[in-house]
């Protein structure tokens, strides 16, 4: 029998492939894209391989995920990623139009990240996830060096009393 390829070396779009390489590389992604310790990295997106990738890789890099509903309305979403403070967006294809509904309302958002399929608008990364991904160096952080009690996550409610809440 054959030995295991290595991780980089298997299809990405596996939910179980490649995902351990993805987290180990994710948080180099982040590092190199000038994302700092504290800073929001914001995902909107359906639940796949990618979004545990982020899991982990955003929290690695010191960085603090805010995974967006993806059944909020346009104003909403502009509103949480503004609120959150949120300086990177994945996005996966499909909300491309969403987000581009709302794109000039954002105030922190500097860098858009699609995540599948090839960035046709011109405010994406050049890039998209996988292929930035690919050629990003495996990264493990201490974890003895992560604050357990620093922020990881921000979660928002979906807004049904008034705004959404984090």
């Not at 993806?70 to 909300?95: H, M």
């Not at 139009?97 to 709302?102: D, N, Q």
């Amino acid at each position: 029998m054959p030995a295991e390829q290595p991780s980089s070396a298997r299809r990405r779009d596996s939910p179980t492939s490649n995902s351990v390489s993805g987290w180990a590389c994710l948080p180099a992604l982040c590092l190199k894209r000038s994302v700092k310790p504290g800073d929001r990295v914001a995902y909107l997106g359906v639940n796949t391989h990618r979004l545990m990738e982020a899991y982990y890789g955003v929290l690695e890099a010191g960085a603090i995920l805010v995974p967006l509903n993806i059944r909020l309305a346009p104003a909403e979403l502009s509103y949480v990623l503004n609120d959150a403070g949120a300086t990177v967006l994945f996005i996966e294809q499909p909300f491309i139009p969403l987000v581009e509904s709302f794109r000039e309302s954002l105030s922190t958002v500097r860098m858009f990240v699609q995540l599948d399929g090839a960035p046709g608008a011109g405010w994406l990364a050049r890039d998209n996830y996988e292929t930035l991904l690919s050629r990003a160096t495996p990264h493990r952080a201490d974890v003895a060096l992560i604050d357990e009690d620093g922020v990881a996550e921000i979660f928002y409610t979906s807004g049904t009393s008034a705004r959404p809440k984090g």
